[in-house]
Each structure stands twice: as C-alpha cells, then as structure tokens.
C-alpha cells in the first residue's frame, strides 16, 4: 500500500493548530507543523512518511473572502499530497461573527471535498465547553451568559449554534443528539445520514462528555471532511494505526531548552490572561502599553523598556478591559484596532530577536501568529500535549526560537512565569 499522510488539518489561528498538532503529537501521531500554506508544499519528499501535517492560518477574523481563499489553498496542496481527511479547526467557543468565518470557509470546503455531510464538534469538556441540545455552555451556563458575550472581537450573544452557524452558511443545519452517541458509532452514522436525508448538510454534535468524543471520532474517521475542536482529533491516530494508515505510534522527542532572554508578550483582552499578567507580576515586571499612542513611540518605548531589564524574563501587554478596547474599536474601527496591536507586536517581537531574545510566550491568537510570522518562523516542532493552556514548540535551523503561543482564554493562572522559565530548561516549582 502506498504510503500517504492520513490528516491535513486547517487551523484558523496559530495556537489553536498548535495545540491540534501536541494533541496528535502526544498520541504518537509523526505530525509537522507549518505556518503556511507554501509550508505544505515544501514538506515534499518528506510528506508520505508524516501521519498528519497542521496549518497554522491567520485566518478566524480575516475577511470572509480571503478566509476562504486561504482554506482553498490549503485543501489544495492537501489535496496534491494525497491525505485522506482534511480537518477543519476552529475554537472551542466557535469565535465568529455573523458573516464568518467559520461558516463560509466550512461551505467551500464541503463543497471542494464534495462531501454529503459535514460533522461540527466544537465541544471541549476538559475546560468546561460542552454542546447539548445543539446549544453551547461553558461550566454549565450558557455561552451568552458567561464573560465570552463581552469579547470585544468575537462575541458570543447568541448560544443556539445552529442558528450562529446558519447565519454564516448557506448549507442547512441540524443537531446529532447525544442519545445518538450514547449508542456508539455505528447509530451516529445513520442518525448523520439520516439528517442528510432530511435536509441537513452540517450537522453539529451534542457533546457534553470526554466519552463522546471517540465515538465521535470513530464515526467520521473515513469523512473526506471533519470540522471541530482539537479535542475530537486526539482520538484519531488510535484508530489509524487500528486500520494499518499509520506504522505508528512515534514517541515525541523532548524539545530542546534555550537558554536566551525571554519575553512575555501579551495582546489578549480575556480575563484569564488579565490573572496571568497578574501574578507574573509576583516575579518580574510588567509594561502595560496604550495601542491607541503613536505606533513608532509606543514600539520605541517597549523595546527601550525591556532593553533596560537585559531582555528580561519581563511582559509587555496591551490587554485592557472590554470597556478600553471598545473605546479603541470606536477610534479605529474593529479592524484597525486590531492592526495596531498587530503592529506594535510584530515589530517589537522582530527588534527584541535581534538583540538576542530567543524565548517568546504569546498570549493571544491573533497576536501569535502576528509574532510567529514577523519572526519568519515558518516550521515548528511541537511539544506533545500535557494538558489545556501552554504548548511549548521550537522552530527549526540553526538559531532556535523557543515559544509558547497561547489561547487568551486557556491556563493556570500562575502559568507565565513558570513556562518561560521552563522554555530554558530551567525547572520552577509551582506556588
């Protein structure tokens, strides 16, 4: 049998395809992880002997046009290598809006794999987001009534995801009870198929268990296309290797320390990150900075700041209340805003490596891959998953860069200061 890669999957932002790749990693899955779509391409002789290869998108809140335009790309050059499922991640809290874009790339996909049905499993139980009744909850409360209704990029009024999702999508769509998966794989087959039949193109699964998961797995594994969070692909390489598609399992190699000058950056606005920067503050400093200033001021003054600390370990973070962030939206607009921060932190990151700093911890995933491709990284190799929140990586060649790009949402609060200083091979006890 000819040798191919198994799963291809298009992660919408940088630390959700990080954390997708240390979840096959941390499964035995031989995974790459590469930043862009021409990344996929260069892989080439190299391609059949993966398992899986993960792309890193800056895609979640790019226009809905060029989102889909960047997803074709990849289902293409996934397309050319052969492998037997494309998977589709987004966030667990299905961060959108109503024009997108999880909806409109999700159509074009469906549409260029040709597939009949498409599953959604956004649900990941192990930090309280669950589905049920095909609405989605977050420890219990409805999604619209946690701090996520107040997210000043992707805010989440509305629980009932079907109706987010037909907003955004001109596919109809229904719901896979959870009485259908406490039956096993072989009912949520027919009950997928017999939502087909009755109109529903993407159906999207009650999940409110880890034992869902898979079940779930199970029943789409031989789908052309898969759409979720990462949490259902940790099931998957289990059930390659159980069908001969991977000579697997690959134990993950420890990823080297780098004992450079280390830097927080964080651009995050969620309240878990705001409890990070918090007690990072307990061991070294941290530089709050206003976006709203003059960009070349604002840039000039951080790096001088840091310079002045040796490098650090020290943060920088333009995290701010909802209320301050709506002020810089109404300034500049929602994606104006968003390109300031961009800005400040992708030519701040470049300086700082120029000076020597070679551990980076990213709050944010729009602020990561905003870091991750001023730098030039464009092939990681990734940490095997140890739980929600930090997942370690270090690029490639000759003069590694260590990192730790993170969801804002995601982490113990005491997090920062102990994985910057674990990055240089330096242990730190817990508090």
Request: proline content about 6%; aromatic content about 6%; glycine content about 10%.
């Amino acid at each position: 049998m000819t040798r191919r890669p198994v799963f291809g999957a298009i992660a919408d932002d940088l630390t959700g395809g990080m954390e997708l790749a240390a979840m096959l990693v941390g499964q035995g899955a031989n995974c790459a992880f590469v930043t862009d779509v021409d990344g996929v391409s260069d892989l080439g002789d190299e391609a059949p002997a993966l398992d899986a290869i993960v792309v890193a998108l800056k895609i979640r809140i790019a226009s809905p046009d060029h989102a889909v335009a960047m997803a074709d790309a990849a289902a293409d050059a996934f397309v050319s290598l052969g492998v037997r499922q494309i998977f589709y991640k987004y966030c667990a809290t299905f961060d959108s809006t109503d024009q997108g874009n999880i909806g409109p790339v999700a159509d074009r996909l469906t549409d260029r794999l040709r597939s009949r049905s498409v599953l959604f499993c956004p649900s990941f139980p192990d930090v309280g987001v669950t589905v049920f009744a095909g609405h989605q909850f977050r420890h219990n409360t409805l999604i619209s009534r946690t701090e996520k209704k107040d997210d000043p990029v992707t805010p989440m009024t509305d629980p009932d995801l079907c109706a987010v999702l037909r907003r955004q999508s001109r596919n109809t769509v229904g719901v896979l009870g959870e009485r259908h998966i406490l039956q096993g794989a072989d009912a949520v087959r027919d009950e997928i198929e017999a939502q087909r039949t009755a109109g529903y193109r993407f159906v999207i699964a009650d999940t409110i268990r880890n034992e869902d998961l898979p079940v779930l797995a199970e029943a789409s594994v031989n789908a052309p296309l898969l759409t979720g969070n990462s949490s259902i692909a940790e099931y998957l390489p289990q059930l390659w290797r159980e069908r001969g598609w991977s000579d697997g399992p690959t134990a993950p190699g420890e990823l080297p320390p780098v004992p450079a000058p280390g830097i927080v950056l964080a651009g995050s606005c969620a309240a878990r990150t705001m409890a990070q920067l918090k007690a990072f503050e307990a061991h070294a400093p941290v530089l709050y900075i206003n976006p709203g200033g003059s960009v070349d001021e604002t840039v000039r003054d951080a790096f001088d700041w840091v310079r002045a600390r040796s490098g650090g370990p020290c943060a920088v973070a333009t995290s701010a209340s909802p209320d301050v962030v709506r002020t810089l939206q109404d300034r500049f607009g929602r994606d104006g805003a968003a390109a300031r921060v961009d800005e400040i932190f992708g030519r701040l990151a470049v300086q700082l490596a120029n000076t020597g700093v070679r551990r980076f911890l990213v709050a944010g995933g729009e602020t990561s891959g905003t870091v991750v491709r001023a730098l030039g990284l464009r092939r990681l190799r990734i940490g095997a998953y140890t739980g929600p929140g930090p997942v370690l990586a270090v690029s490639t060649g000759d003069d590694p860069v260590a990192l730790c790009l993170k969801s804002g949402k995601l982490g113990q609060p005491d997090m920062f200061w102990h994985t910057i200083e674990r990055m240089a091979g330096r242990q730190v006890a817990l508090d």
